[in-house]
């Protein structure tokens, strides 16, 4: 009886956290962490990459139409964000990081196809980075290291 309720109420939380979290991806982070940013460079010296990000905020859906119209002062012309998501660049400081010598790095668009979560090696990664500029990427930090970059496929 307890193992049921106790896999009832995890499996309530895992779902409710799903709907609170998936409309926008905006939280700021400083050491730890996981946020939407625009790789303003990523510079390889001594065999050490390092990246230099400028963090967004992503909202999608519902709550992409209440921020876009929020900024963009268009309310009589338009009912929400054209594409159903929106992208807020609020803060042009950029903030730079090591990149763990052991990062993932994904990718969706590589090959001009959807390939979701292609994992890539960091070659093929620093390769698509300049070829896309202002794509959003997902970044994981963890004590001040990148862990983890993945570009935010953009419908």
Known sequence: MFKKRFASFFISVAVLSLFVTAGAYAQPLSSSGKTMTYITSLKEVHGKLTGTFNYIQWYFGKDADREFLKDCGCRKEMD??????????????????????????FLQTRSGEIKWNEKVTKKQFLQFVKTKYYVPYKITIKNGVITSISEQYIP
């Open 80 to 105: 929400g964000a054209p594409d159903g998501y929106y992208i807020r660049d609020a803060s042009k400081k950029l903030r730079s990081f090591p990149v763990s010598k052991s990062a993932s790095y």
